[in-house]
């Protein structure tokens, strides 16, 4: 089994800071390629920021240069540093990653988190 959780959400005003931590564990053979997505209320669920094992990242136009991805590979965990925050960024934080687990054979699944709630404020 492999869990993804994540942690860090919260309420923020305009212009603040968060960081958002997402650590996979259980029955992992590898990892490559995690990421953050969003959903806000009466929204599809958007991509935020994704990130390579070799650590090529990709943003959402919006989020670019306010967004940070970073991952920390002996750890399997990824993070997002939100900065500039505003209050169309409020929405649940999903992480995902897609993961090589052993089932008879190794193949690649994509998990998902439970989602973190940000709040922003103005």
């Known amino acids: 089994q492999v869990q993804l959780v994540e942690s860090g959400g919260g309420l923020v005003q305009a212009g603040g800071s968060l960081r958002l931590s997402c650590a996979a564990s259980g029955s992992i053979s590898s990892i490559s390629t995690m990421g953050w997505y969003r959903q806000a209320p009466g929204k599809q669920r958007e991509l935020v920021a994704t990130i390579t094992k070799g650590g090529t990242t990709n943003y959402a136009d919006s989020m670019e240069g306010r967004f940070t991805i970073s991952r920390d590979n002996a750890k399997n965990t990824v993070y997002l540093q939100m900065s500039g925050l505003k209050p169309e960024d409020t929405a649940v934080y999903y992480c995902?990653?897609?993961?090589?687990?052993?089932?008879?054979?190794?193949?690649?699944?994509?998990?998902w988190g439970q989602g973190t709630q940000v709040t922003v404020s103005s």
């Open positions: 995902n990653s897609r993961i090589r687990v052993y089932s008879g054979s190794y193949d690649y699944n994509v998990y």
